[in-house]
C-alpha cells in the first residue's frame, strides 16, 4: 500500500509536527505553574532531556506523545499502515531510549513521572493533573 500523500507533500506534514512547546505540555506546565510549582524546561543536561525539571522536588515529568513514543494499549497508537516496519523500528528506538533515559536519571536520584497525552484529554484531565501534582509533593 503506497501513502496517500506524494514524498514532497508527507515530506512537508511531518516537519510541521512540533517536539516542543505541545498541547499537552502546555496544560502540564499551566496547571504546576498555577499551582505554585516552579520548573525549568528541556534541560539538555540531564538524560532524555525531560521536558519539565523540578529541582525543589527532585523530579523530572516526561509528557510523551502516545503515537510518538508507542503508549502500549492505547487508541492513539496505531501503527500506520504504510512503512510500517520502518515506523515499528522507529519506535521501539524510541522506547528504548526513553527506558535507558530514566533508568540513568532514577540512578542519578531523580523521581521520574511520565504524562501520556491521552491522560490529558478532558475526561481524564482533572484526575491526571492531580494525580501529578500528588506525585511531585509527596516529600
Known amino acids: 500500500m503506497s501513502d496517500v500523500h506524494s514524498p514532497k507533500i508527507r515530506s512537508y506534514n511531518m516537519s510541521k509536527i512540533k517536539g516542543k512547546n505541545t498541547k499537552p505540555e502546555l496544560i502540564v506546565r499551566s496547571f504546576l505553574f498555577s499551582e505554585g510549582l516552579r520548573y525549568r524546561l528541556h534541560n539538555r543536561k540531564l538524560p532524555g532531556k525531560p ?77 491526571t493533573l492531580q494525580r501529578l501534582y500528588t506525585d511531585i509533593c509527596k516529600d
Open 51 to 127: 521536558d519539565l525539571v523540578l529541582r525543589k522536588h527532585k523530579t523530572v515529568v516526561f509528557i510523551n506523545g502516545c503515537f510518538w513514543h508507542g503508549h502500549k494499549g492505547c487508541k492513539y497508537f496505531v501503527l500506520p499502515k504504510t512503512r510500517t516496519d520502518w515506523w515499528k523500528n522507529k519506535i521501539m528506538n524510541t522506547q528504548i531510549r526513553d527506558t535507558n533515559n530514566i533508568e540513568k536519571l532514577e540512578n542519578l536520584g531523580w523521581n521520574t513521572i511520565t504524562v501520556w497525552e491521552c491522560e490529558l484529554k478532558k475526561e481524564k484531565r482533572e484526575r
